[in-house]
């Protein structure tokens, strides 16, 4: 094999060959070319996006620990902390759905619990094509079986997440996992070698040839000949993850481990080097004592993605201790090597040295690059568009139907009823409501988080659309009562090497910059995804956002189901008409992504905080639901068919009603009270106004809607219960 066929076939830049042959001052070693290929990808390395991370706010008055470990760390109060992190797992699960959103779903439960903290939550963003795509069926079934599967397995519980449609992901589907724990404050551990000396423990199961090259293959582009990438996907055994993860927390509870880390992308390669470098040292490993389930080269053991594997460093004189944990858990724990001074990875097969990495080469010193940008010439023609020369509906109820019913809108249930969302005990809002809220049982506090992004909002303006996620997914917590703290990102674009690509990540970035200041919101954790790009068309820009917040007493929590007969509706915050751009009305309704976006006030989201914590806080809200896609029509279904109770709302509607109607303004929050919430409302200087009552089985909104309740929800659920073989008596 050439020269030139041998780099393609990593996945390593001939410019990227050409600089590690000048560092090392001689040919490269094939097992040199294969780790920095791994080592340097996109997935690993973050070459491309590391100048634009830089400019996020990362700390906080909560924050205990920031980007650079496998998960961010907030304090929850009373000796508690949050760990949680989100990352993708979008090639695996577009060439081998099953296997590709299970492993994603192992693959973040461990970078949780790899930091002392037991996962109680998991989330996720699944992004699919249009549903009469030849393989978007597919991809459904394979992504939701692969996520139920693997987290019902572990006893984890799927409390929240979102599903988004769009046929920009018909070649391109997205799967992004979230998982957080908790654990305590004083019990943080790290993915670092210290102490020269001490031994390096393998452990979990064994390593075999799933996976080889996955890093590379996630930091690469598609074209027609994606399912050759097969090999590449990794198998998970979520039985196996629980005995990983039970036994890792039982060794973390004895004073006998320096360093823990996640076997990930690139697997041993990525965990030995990442931890080395984060402590300063280098490591010996003998490959052969790696344990095994078929014969492989060493190359093949370094590059492995092997699932439920880790990597420890364990304090000298401890090792039988170390073993007897893991065989008690029925689990491999093999000594592989030590912590020397020098800072190389020194790999050794069979008593042979073959290969003496520098450690920074690899690492904290690998290439970053600061790609060309421009400004794509979409951007300006999409913006500037005529509202006025759209038809007016002449049946409302009909257009709610049809938009209610739409990919967007349509119940997720037969999606989400395949996740175990109430194990541990400790679910308080379950999937289905603004966001997911737990409890932490040895203190009385919940934790709140959510998931949000608005694609086509990003497509149109990729800064005002990024800040709009982070004000989206912010009051999402507030709207249940949560004081937000941090979160964690998954930012999935195309390709890179596009200047046009790249000028979207810049502005993107930048605006999640802006929205977390604004907002006092630190950015803790996160996860760059590029190339998500076949044949040469690329995904929307997708930066998804998950944030996490405390809430005092979560048994307050509101839902976004109507409850008592008679209560008063109000409308807090504000709407204005005619704020369409990107919205679902103009996507499902006239097929079109564009208009300029809605507004963005930072003022009043903070009022909203205010009001929404007290007002929760006191017991003053029954019901809570923030107007967003949709708009308040949407908003206002949503909560009838959570509840099966109607409601007589009369808006103050000037001009055309679907200029209102569904109009995405950001800012309000429709809520049921059960007490005077004006006042707090008024002392805020926040907009407060009734706008109807919880009454009868239909929703009736001016002279525009009138439509029985039980007709929305069966439109409502029929979407997913065709897909998933649901009658009309499941749903």
């Not at 409308?571 to 919205?583: A, H, Q, T």
Request: aromatic content about 8%; charged content about 25%.
């Amino acid at each position: 094999m050439n020269l030139e066929d041998k780099l393609a076939a990593i996945g390593l830049k001939k410019e990227e060959y050409e600089l590690l042959k000048e560092k090392l001052n001689r040919e490269p070693l094939d097992i040199e070319l294969e780790i920095a290929s791994a080592m340097w990808s996109e997935h690993c390395s973050y070459k491309s996006s590391k100048v634009h991370l830089k400019k996020l706010p990362t700390k906080g008055e909560r924050v205990v620990i920031g980007p650079g470990e496998n998960a961010g760390v907030i304090d929850v109060g009373d000796g508690y902390v949050a760990v949680f992190k989100m990352e993708s797992h979008n090639h695996p699960s577009f060439i081998e759905p099953y296997q590709g959103a299970a492993t994603g779903v192992g693959g973040i439960l461990r970078d949780v619990f790899t930091m002392g903290a037991r996962p109680v939550m998991n989330m996720d963003g699944l992004f699919f094509g249009d549903i009469g795509f030849p393989r978007t069926k597919f991809l459904i079934d394979g992504v939701v079986r692969g996520i139920g599967d693997y987290g019902n397995c572990v006893g984890v519980p799927t409390i929240g997440g979102m599903t988004f449609f769009d046929e920009c992901y018909n070649t391109n589907n997205l799967v992004n996992a979230f998982c957080l724990g908790l654990g305590k404050r004083d019990r943080i551990f790290l993915g670092v070698a210290r102490g020269v000396g001490n031994p390096v423990f393998y452990v979990g199961s064994k390593t075999g040839k799933d996976g080889i090259h996955g890093a590379t293959m996630a930091s690469a582009s598609f074209d027609e000949n994606f399912e050759d990438e097969r090999p590449a996907v990794q198998v998970g055994d979520p039985f196996t993850e629980k005995l990983l993860l039970e036994a890792c927390l039982e060794l973390m509870d004895k004073d006998i481990i320096e360093g823990i880390q996640d076997m990930g992308a690139a697997g041993l390669t990525s965990s030995s080097f990442e931890m080395a470098d984060r402590g300063g040292v280098g490591l010996e490993l003998h490959l052969d004592k790696v344990p095994t389930r078929e014969k492989l080269t060493p190359s093949e053991i370094m590059l492995s993605e092997s699932q439920e594997r880790m990597l420890i460093i364990a304090k000298k004189g401890k090792e039988e201790e170390v073993k007897e944990v893991f065989r008690k858990w029925s689990l491999d724990a093999e000594v592989i090597g030590r912590v020397i001074e020098e800072k190389s990875i020194r790999l050794f097969w069979k008593g042979e040295l073959i290969a003496d990495i520098d450690v920074g080469l690899m690492v904290s010193n690998s290439p970053v690059y600061r790609r060309p940008t421009k400004k794509p010439a979409y951007i300006e023609a999409i913006e500037d568009f005529d509202f006025d020369g759209l038809d007016e509906p002449t049946d409302y109820n009909e257009t709610l139907i049809k938009l209610f019913s739409s990919p967007e809108f349509a119940s997720k249930k037969p999606l989400y009823e395949q996740y175990d969302s109430t194990v541990q005990d400790n679910t308080i809002l379950r999937p289905g409501s603004d966001a997911a809220v737990i409890r932490i049982k040895e203190t009385g506090r919940g934790i709140a988080a959510s998931l949000d992004v608005n694609p086509r909002y990003v497509y149109i303006n990729p800064k005002k659309g990024s800040e709009l996620a982070v004000a989206e997914s912010f009051r999402n917590l507030i709207t249940v009562g949560a004081q937000p703290l941090a979160l964690t990102d998954c930012l999935n674009f195309g390709n890179p090497e596009n200047p046009e690509i790249m000028w979207q990540f810049e502005q993107s970035t930048e605006g999640l910059k802006v929205a977390c200041e604004n907002l006092g919101v630190a950015v803790v954790s996160g996860n760059v995804s590029f190339y998500n790009e076949t044949s040469g068309k690329n995904i929307h820009p997708t930066p998804a956002v998950g944030m996490v917040g405390v809430i005092s007493n979560p048994l307050n929590a509101p839902t976004i189901a109507f409850k008592n007969e008679g209560s008063d509706i109000y409308l807090v915050g504000r709407i204005k008409p005619k704020e369409l751009g990107g919205s679902a009305y103009l996507k499902w309704i006239f097929n079109k992504t564009a208009g300029k976006l809605p507004d963005l006030d930072y003022s009043l989201h903070k009022k909203l905080l205010d009001f929404m914590v007290e007002a929760v806080e006191k017991g003053l809200i029954r019901a809570a639901h923030d107007v967003s896609e949709g708009g308040v029509l949407i908003c206002l279904a949503e909560m009838c068919v959570s509840s099966l109770k109607g409601a007589v709302v009369e808006l103050d509607i000037e001009g055309r009603k679907d200029f209102y109607l569904f109009s995405e303004s950001q800012g309000a929050i429709v809520i049921e009270a059960d007490g005077d919430v004006v006042p707090l409302a008024e002392g805020l200087g926040l907009p407060i106004s009734k706008i109807g009552t919880v009454r009868g089985d239909r929703l009736k909104v001016n002279d525009v809607i009138d439509i029985d309740v039980i007709r929305l929800k069966r439109e409502n659920e029929r979407f997913f219960g065709e897909i998933f073989g649901w009658s009309d008596e499941c749903i």
